[in-house]
């Protein structure tokens, strides 16, 4: 913002085990977009598709990149969420052998399977070994008469886009052949996604033996005895997430849910088809000391759909049972528990589910990596850049500039661990670039600057104002940055004398992703703006870190910031004020939609705004908009969050919230309007980004 605005003054005023970690987008979000919100690329990029014989410089499509959600999203046991084997290369692979090689290796592999790969002998189960992404082609990527096993101590795996099937052995309560689609025994940091797992010899899937932090989602399981079994333990220390799966014509564990700390079911369809030979003898069922939330799930035609023993507990909420019999039992003397203390989560609507999950489950035919008319995208290049000299460049400004001006396809700036003492400005004619940290997590790499609106610039032509303050200035359509840090440490203690507003990084453009980033600040920390006042520019933050203490989230850009968390920060002199947000929209567009995140920080309590109404200069056609929604509000948050500014009265603008929690909510008032449900049913992060799905190519 302008050096001249005002700025406050400084008298204004759980689980050990568990760490909340960036999760990929919530379910009723387009593929593309859950793809762009967790993406982080493989070192090699090429064409994908190629041959085994090419593969050791495959690309992988964005969905085969992406990381989890619910609990296998979570930091603990020394693993960092599940991403698979992003880190490594990527090989494409279409027969049993190379299969076999690449998934039993020790290092980390993006495997995308081409083919249909017949198991010999049949029942084999592939002993997966630790950081793998195991990914299906399309539809083509088929695993016929066998599956997977991953045993003790294995962790960070992916399995996707697969069709499993056909490993029965003609007995239908098969209790001869151990013959399932995926076997866990003690692994850990498991995503299961978007499968097509039936007609195996004895189950689906069986996660056993303290397998922990496991993710189930968009799965179609079928024909089958036997679904999903877990357990095969007396100890209650696992932790798992079942979410969006089509389980239809099984008869039994679907799931059994044994001796499982922290079980969170919800938005799944679970389907007996009417004049079949297959019967369901029970649907979800909370076994030994399991501790279940059970949620917005569908139930039709079944007998017995949710069952729990006397020792479990089982809380049922928002679910629909059509044509059942039998029990539908729930209660117990466990604790009720929260799942978003430990990761963000969205529910559908339950009227919604048979439909979507009917649609939507299984593999996908496009991963990103065609067109709409098949025909296939360019392949990203790759510049890297590394401090100690191993990369094409040394500075990331350096790689921005050998990137052609006007460059027609995408540039990924591939910027290894370290940190980087440097200014970056990527031009407006110089789209479709990601700059992208390679570490395993985006406090690897630090690209860090620290100058102020109101320092002179080394040449003597005046300060450099409030935007051109910014370490990062991302002014190109289309552009990404992506797993890393970026930080303004001026230290606002030393220089009192001049404008403090110090930017960390800037936006300028339309269609703009931030992911699993950190930006780090004090005062402008965050500045959203576009190219022009009259032009569009949309901003999609996702699972990232955004720390300030004065209008840290400002502009007049379209922004969403989703799943994140937004840390407050205490002033030079050690004093809790502030605002999040300093929007200054024009009219008739969207302005900042905080969505699904958190809002805290070690400050006090009731000491930070979520926002006021910036008119730049006194403008008086803009209309500022803020809207906070289900986002979780610390203590620190006012309890009349809005402020005026610059002589504007913030209710004249557009600020809001809707279904917020925590110490920092508040009922609807004159001082804090709140959305009504078809009001906030008009402002979605798809209301906000219009006919742009974001994607990670």
Same mark, same amino acid.
């Given at each position: 913002?302008?050096?001249?605005?005002?700025?406050?003054?400084?008298?204004?005023?759980?689980?050990?085990?568990?760490?909340?970690?960036?999760?990929?987008?919530?379910?009723?979000?387009?593929?593309?977009?859950?793809?762009?919100?967790?993406?982080?690329?493989?070192?090699?990029?090429?064409?994908?598709?190629?041959?085994?014989?090419?593969?050791?410089?495959?690309?992988?499509?964005?969905?085969?990149?992406?990381?989890?959600?619910?609990?296998?999203?979570?930091?603990?046991?020394?693993?960092?969420?599940?991403?698979?084997?992003?880190?490594?290369?990527?090989?494409?692979?279409?027969?049993?052998?190379?299969?076999?090689?690449?998934?039993?290796?020790?290092?980390?592999?993006?495997?995308?399977?081409?083919?249909?790969?017949?198991?010999?002998?049949?029942?084999?189960?592939?002993?997966?070994?630790?950081?793998?992404?195991?990914?299906?082609?399309?539809?083509?990527?088929?695993?016929?008469?066998?599956?997977?096993?991953?045993?003790?101590?294995?962790?960070?795996?992916?399995?996707?886009?697969?069709?499993?099937?056909?490993?029965?052995?003609?007995?239908?309560?098969?209790?001869?052949?151990?013959?399932?689609?995926?076997?866990?025994?003690?692994?850990?940091?498991?995503?299961?996604?978007?499968?097509?797992?039936?007609?195996?010899?004895?189950?689906?899937?069986?996660?056993?033996?303290?397998?922990?932090?496991?993710?189930?989602?968009?799965?179609?399981?079928?024909?089958?005895?036997?679904?999903?079994?877990?357990?095969?333990?007396?100890?209650?220390?696992?932790?798992?997430?079942?979410?969006?799966?089509?389980?239809?014509?099984?008869?039994?564990?679907?799931?059994?849910?044994?001796?499982?700390?922290?079980?969170?079911?919800?938005?799944?369809?679970?389907?007996?088809?009417?004049?079949?030979?297959?019967?369901?003898?029970?649907?979800?069922?909370?076994?030994?000391?399991?501790?279940?939330?059970?949620?917005?799930?569908?139930?039709?035609?079944? /007998?017995?759909? !949710?069952?729990?023993? &006397?020792?479990?507990?089982?809380?049922?909420? *928002?679910?629909?049972?059509? $044509? @059942?019999? =039998?029990?539908?039992?729930?209660?117990?003397?466990?604790?009720?528990?929260?799942?978003?203390?430990?990761?963000?989560?969205?529910?559908?609507?339950?009227?919604?589910?048979?439909?979507?999950?009917?649609?939507?489950?299984?593999?996908?035919?496009?991963?990103?990596?065609?067109?709409?008319?098949?025909?296939?995208?360019?392949?990203?290049?790759?510049?890297?850049?590394?401090?100690?000299?191993?990369?094409?460049?040394?500075?990331?400004?350096?790689?921005?500039?050998?990137?052609?001006?006007?460059?027609?396809?995408?540039?990924?700036?591939?910027?290894?661990?370290?940190?980087?003492?440097?200014?970056?400005?990527?031009?407006?004619?110089?789209?479709?670039?990601?700059?992208?940290?390679?570490?395993?997590?985006?406090?690897? /790499?630090?690209? !860090?600057?620290?100058? &102020?609106?109101?320092?002179?610039?080394?040449? *003597?032509?005046?300060?450099? $104002? @409030?935007? =051109?303050?910014?370490?990062?200035?991302?002014?190109?359509?289309?552009?990404?940055?992506?797993?890393?840090?970026?930080?303004?440490?001026?230290?606002?203690?030393?220089?009192?004398?001049?404008?403090?507003?110090?930017?960390?990084?800037?936006?300028?453009?339309?269609?703009?992703?931030?992911?699993?980033?950190?930006?780090?600040?004090?005062?402008?920390?965050?500045?959203?703006?576009?190219?022009?006042?009259?032009?569009?520019?949309?901003?999609?933050?996702?699972?990232?870190?955004?720390?300030?203490?004065?209008?840290?989230?400002?502009?007049?850009?379209?922004?969403?910031?989703?799943?994140?968390?937004?840390?407050?920060?205490?002033?030079?002199?050690?004093?809790?004020?502030?605002?999040?947000?300093?929007?200054?929209?024009?009219?008739?567009?969207?302005?900042?939609?905080?969505?699904?995140?958190?809002?805290?920080?070690?400050?006090?309590?009731?000491?930070?705004?979520?926002?006021?109404?910036?008119?730049?200069?006194?403008?008086?056609?803009?209309?500022?908009?803020?809207?906070?929604?289900?986002?979780?509000?610390?203590?620190?948050?006012?309890?009349?969050?809005?402020?005026?500014?610059?002589?504007?009265?913030?209710?004249?603008?557009?600020?809001?919230?809707?279904?917020?929690?925590?110490?920092?909510?508040?009922?609807?008032?004159?001082?804090?309007?709140?959305?009504?449900?078809?009001?906030?049913?008009?402002?979605?992060?798809?209301?906000?980004?219009?006919?742009?799905?974001?994607?990670?190519?």
């Amino acid at each position: 913002m302008s050096a001249h605005r005002s700025t406050g003054t400084g008298t204004e005023t759980g689980k050990p085990r568990h760490r909340r970690r960036r999760t990929a987008l919530a379910a009723g979000i387009p593929l593309a977009l859950t793809a762009a919100g967790t993406l982080a690329y493989g070192t090699d990029l090429g064409l994908f598709g190629a041959d085994s014989q090419r593969t050791a410089s495959a690309a992988a499509p964005a969905w085969a990149t992406a990381s989890a959600d619910g609990f296998a999203s979570v930091d603990a046991l020394g693993q960092n969420g599940t991403y698979g084997g992003r880190d490594g290369k990527t090989v494409t692979v279409k027969t049993l052998a190379d299969l076999e090689k690449y998934a039993t290796a020790s290092e980390p592999y993006v495997i995308v399977v081409a083919a249909t790969i017949n198991m010999d002998p049949v029942g084999k189960e592939i002993k997966v070994q630790s950081n793998k992404t195991i990914i299906g082609s399309g539809t083509s990527g088929q695993i016929v008469g066998g599956g997977f096993f991953l045993g003790q101590g294995v962790h960070n795996v992916i399995i996707r886009n697969l069709t499993i099937r056909d490993a029965y052995q003609g007995v239908w309560n098969d209790k001869e052949h151990d013959y399932d689609g995926i076997q866990m025994d003690g692994a850990h940091h498991v995503w299961i996604d978007h499968n097509d797992i039936r007609h195996m010899a004895d189950g689906l899937i069986d996660s056993r033996k303290d397998t922990t932090y496991l993710t189930v989602s968009w799965n179609k399981l079928s024909q089958e005895n036997k679904a999903f079994g877990i357990g095969w333990t007396d100890n209650v220390t696992a932790d798992i997430t079942i979410h969006h799966n089509w389980i239809r014509e099984t008869e039994q564990r679907n799931p059994s849910t044994d001796n499982v700390a922290h079980a969170h079911l919800y938005n799944n369809f679970l389907e007996d088809v009417a004049g079949t030979d297959i019967k369901s003898s029970y649907g979800n069922y909370a076994r030994g000391k399991t501790n279940m939330l059970l949620e917005n799930s569908y139930f039709q035609g079944l /007998t017995n759909p !949710v069952v729990r023993d &006397a020792t479990a507990t089982l809380v049922q909420r *928002g679910n629909v049972l059509s $044509g @059942t019999t =039998g029990k539908n039992e729930s209660g117990g003397s466990g604790a009720a528990w929260d799942p978003k203390k430990y990761y963000s989560y969205t529910l559908d609507k339950t009227a919604d589910v048979p439909s979507l999950l009917k649609s939507g489950t299984g593999p996908r035919s496009s991963l990103g990596t065609t067109t709409s008319a098949n025909t296939t995208k360019a392949a990203a290049t790759t510049i890297t850049v590394a401090a100690d000299g191993s990369g094409q460049y040394r500075t990331v400004q350096a790689a921005v500039d050998a990137v052609p001006a006007n460059n027609p396809s995408r540039v990924v700036i591939s910027v290894k661990p370290g940190t980087y003492r440097e200014v970056v400005k990527v031009p407006a004619n110089k789209p479709h670039v990601t700059i992208q940290g390679s570490g395993a997590s985006r406090k690897d /790499t630090t690209i !860090v600057y620290g100058n &102020a609106a109101g320092m002179t610039k080394p040449d *003597g032509s005046g300060t450099y $104002g @409030t935007p =051109g303050s910014a370490t990062v200035s991302v002014l190109s359509d289309d552009s990404q940055v992506r797993n890393l840090t970026v930080t303004n440490d001026f230290d606002e203690s030393k220089h009192q004398d001049i404008a403090n507003q110090a930017v960390a990084l800037l936006t300028q453009a339309d269609k703009i992703v931030l992911d699993g980033v950190i930006v780090n600040g004090d005062q402008d920390t965050l500045e959203l703006e576009t190219a022009a006042k009259d032009k569009l520019g949309r901003v999609y933050i996702s699972n990232s870190y955004i720390t300030g203490n004065v209008d840290f989230i400002f502009g007049r850009a379209t922004v969403v910031v989703d799943k994140s968390v937004i840390t407050l920060k205490k002033r030079w002199n050690g004093t809790s004020a502030g605002y999040v947000t300093a929007p200054s929209t024009p009219a008739n567009r969207k302005g900042i939609l905080i969505n699904r995140s958190s809002v805290n920080g070690d400050v006090s309590a009731a000491s930070f705004y979520l926002g006021r109404n910036w008119h730049p200069g006194g403008d008086t056609t803009v209309d500022p908009q803020t809207t906070v929604r289900n986002t979780t509000l610390s203590a620190a948050v006012k309890s009349t969050p809005w402020s005026d500014m610059g002589g504007f009265s913030w209710k004249d603008d557009r600020f809001a919230e809707y279904q917020n929690t925590g110490a920092g909510a508040g009922a609807a008032s004159s001082n804090r309007p709140q959305l009504t449900a078809a009001q906030a049913a008009d402002q979605e992060v798809a209301d906000w980004l219009g006919d742009w799905t974001p994607s990670a190519s």
